[in-house]
């Protein structure tokens, strides 16, 4: 799963803007007079440098998006953490915190907090992702970010040399996981951070003390949460611990809490692939072209599976030849990331029937290009301490698991690396279900490969005045997809999910498959 908190909270407001033009008419006294009017001179408003809220100093800051040189204008504060809050007094972390202003005077005091995905994900890193869906929000109301510890600026618990960013610790040339090989670079992992953090205290329920703590370093106002794929967890556990901090929750992409992360990773890809290339079926062009894409893919699979071997592409950003083992586990983690959005979904059905003829430019040079998105904004270690915390221990490798194109690789080495990482601790009703009056709005992808909408159903059952929308066609994260932007605010504005007009998310639709490199047939 993709993305840490984010959050907005506005207590005390220091306008320092003028309300109106101030006009000065310069003149000497004991000259002629000028024939002609003075002009007008404007005199701009001053510009706040600081903004102080509850007890924090904001001053104002850019946040750059990756691979980009655009950035975002935003505020920023300091604020610090205790790493262990059993013992205050020791290491001290150094959140990187920063607020979205809204273009009103005077925004409404209860902000939005924006929760990112991952595990390992940093929210200022990732907003970009988010920004299309917040512009009517803005209108009236803050989006306060917060880094989660161990990720971004927040002390980031990061590996990257070693990170694989999809499979912990896989070996291309394997058939399987090398266990010995994840406990190694895990080890070496751990060995690299354990100077400067205590890996045990990274968790969920961290997370969630260090939200708790700055909204009541804001003056404690209510906080409208909104949670993405893995931040969907944090929003859970948060709204559990601190029910009367929430005005409403919003989830996308929802992780129930007593989900095991990792466990359905196969069966939901699988049922994802199957839906998509179900379409093909059902379109003559793509019938004729591709046959069956799903079977084709398990063949390819098979032949891999016999004989892993080195292949060469044109690197897509620099076009240089490159060179990689293509084998049944690199096939499987890069079939897994194009089904994540519908755009890159309709690339597949093409992307594998080239590769099984021998061309595998289109597979792995979007790949390459999907892996160093994700890779640049995924702290691993991070992800270590959520799952090996709160899900390695419940983790088994399931006989159903073991024929899908992912297999139980990710369960596995999953395991591995956890009998290396230190484990914090788990609150011992972690995995209940959340349940509660909260207005709540859930979203889904249809085609959905890591949280599919049966997952929000099941939150739903807990919350009576939730809402779940299924967006038809498409994948992972939703939020800004379609009218959901309108409908998000409406909710947002009201704090009532259950009286939305969702009739507009009927005009949403698949992307159409491509059936040659110049797109779909008209």
Known sequence: MKRAPRTAVVVAILVAAFAGRQVIH???????????????????????????????????????????????????????????????????????????????????????????????????????????????????????????????????????????????????????????????????????????????????????????????????????????????????????????????????????????????????????????FARCANDEACRARFADPYQTLYQLRDALRANPHKVSFRDPQTYASTQRTLSEYVLATVVRMFAYSPETAALLPLSIDAAARGDVGPLLGQAKLLTGDLGDTMDGGMQYSVICSEDADLLTSRPQDKDTILGDNMIEAFRAACSVWPHGKRPADFHQPLRGPVPTLLMSGEFDPVTPPRYGDEVLKGLPNGRHFVLKGQGHNVVARGCMPRLLDQFIDKADAKGLDGKCLERLSPAPVFVGFNGATP
């Not at 404007?42 to 100093?57: C, F, M, Q, T, Y």
């Not at 994900?121 to 989660?148: C, F, K, W």
Request: proline content about 8%; hydrophobic content about 40%.
């Open 26 to 276: 310069h003149s000497h006294a004991d000259a002629a007079p000028d024939p002609k009017p003075a002009a007008a001179t404007d005199v701009a408003p001053a510009v706040p440098r600081e903004w102080k809220l509850g007890s924090l100093v904001f001053h104002p800051c850019e946040l750059p998006q990756p691979h980009s040189g655009l950035s975002t204008a935003a505020w920023c504060a300091p604020f610090q953490v205790p790493e262990d809050r059993e013992h205050p007094d020791g290491r001290k972390l150094t959140m990187r915190l920063a607020m979205v202003r809204s273009s009103a005077q005077v925004p409404a005091d209860d902000p939005v907090v924006f929760l990112a995905g991952g595990p390992g994900q940093a929210a200022t890193e990732t907003y970009s992702s988010i920004a299309p869906a917040m512009g009517l929000v803005l209108a009236h109301r803050n989006v306060l970010l917060l880094d989660q510890r161990g990720t971004g600026g927040s002390h980031p618990l990061s590996c990257r040399e070693g990170d694989d960013h999809d499979v912990p610790g896989g070996s291309e040339e394997s058939r399987g996981v090398d266990v010995a090989a994840v406990r190694k670079e895990t080890q070496h992992c751990l060995d690299a951070l354990s100077a400067q953090a205590d890996v045990r205290f990274y968790t969920t329920t961290d997370a969630v003390a260090d939200l708790e703590d700055l909204r009541r370093a804001l003056g404690s106002p209510k906080f409208n949460v909104l949670g993405v794929s893995y931040g969907t967890r944090v929003a859970q556990q948060y709204a559990m611990r601190h029910p009367d901090a929430v005005r409403t929750l919003t989830l996308d992409g929802v992780a129930p809490n007593a989900l095991v992360l990792g466990e359905d990773f196969a069966v939901n890809l699988d049922a994802a692939l199957k839906a998509q």
